[in-house]
């Protein structure tokens, strides 16, 4: 099994975070999706919320536009992302902001909370089942969990050549970690292929989103060439574009009553 090394995880998306609302586009469109989705729970008040991976703050922008907060937990394993979602949601005159840094999987939450929201960041943990059963602990009766991750053929084309990739898991084994203590409002997954001029622009957009926070080890130019051809081989358009391959999953719960 894969586990992850946060510490790579955490260098990586420290030197992305300028470049990442700007490449980023599909995980832009996921946190879109997802308030969307909870939009639609007639769910406007929340005492507490705590984010976990907050990034640069396109799901928390989109929160706040949406709903009254009284207090907002913000979580992500860069510390410099808090000033980033700051300025994402500068305009919407919030102040009320309580920054609690580090690995999710290991960090203490307080407890009384309304909310837990994600987005795009429990693909790269490595016990979501605990994490969820830990967050059903701190959740308010009533209190929802709501989050979006990757599916198992999420890069598959970097899988196919490289044989590289992060543990994911698929929808019914996130669902399997969820029931035990929530009722599943929604649950659904898909798949998105985005085009890229060549196997090299593929590249240089993982390294942009920090996504590519995988291993230490790096291209020379042989491993490079090599990459080059068996990506045009295998996953090529004809119009000699080439394809990486998203997918997405959302699920919202709410906690049971016992």
């Not at 394993?77 to 609690?100: H, P, W």
């Not at 969820?132 to 196919?160: H, P, Q, V």
């Not at 926070?213 to 790096?218: D, I, M, T, V």
Request: one cysteine or more; charged letters at 20%.
């Amino acid at each position: 099994m894969h586990i992850t090394d946060k510490q790579i995880v955490q260098r990586r998306f420290s030197r992305t975070l300028e470049t990442y609302n700007r490449q980023a586009f599909v995980q832009q469109q996921i946190a879109s999706k997802l308030a969307g989705l909870l939009l639609n729970l007639n769910r406007k008040h929340f005492k507490r919320i705590l984010e976990i991976g907050c990034g640069t703050g396109f799901l928390t922008q989109k929160i706040l536009s949406n709903s009254s907060v009284g207090e907002y937990l913000l979580n992500d394993l860069v510390d410099s992302a808090f000033k980033e979602v700051r300025q994402a949601t500068a305009g919407l005159n919030f102040g009320r902001y309580k920054f609690i840094p580090g690995d999710a999987e290991t960090t203490a939450f307080p407890n009384n909370i309304d909310a837990v929201f994600s987005s795009s960041s429990f693909q790269w943990f490595n016990n979501l089942e605990s994490f969820i059963s830990r967050m059903y602990g701190l959740l308010n009766s009533n209190g929802i969990i709501a989050f979006s991750t990757f599916g198992e053929d999420n890069f598959r084309e970097i899988k196919t050549i490289l044989n590289v990739g992060l543990n994911y898991k698929t929808l019914p084994e996130i669902i399997s970690f969820v029931k035990p203590n929530f009722d599943i409002i929604h649950a659904e997954e898909w798949w998105q292929e985005e085009q890229f001029q060549c196997p090299n622009t593929v590249l240089k957009h993982m390294k942009l989103t920090g996504v590519n926070g995988l291993k230490k080890s790096f291209f020379g130019k042989a491993k490079l060439l090599t990459f080059d051809e068996k990506y045009r081989q295998l996953f090529s358009n004809k119009d000699k574009s080439v394809n990486l391959t998203y997918h997405p999953i959302i699920i919202i719960a709410k906690k049971k009553a016992r």
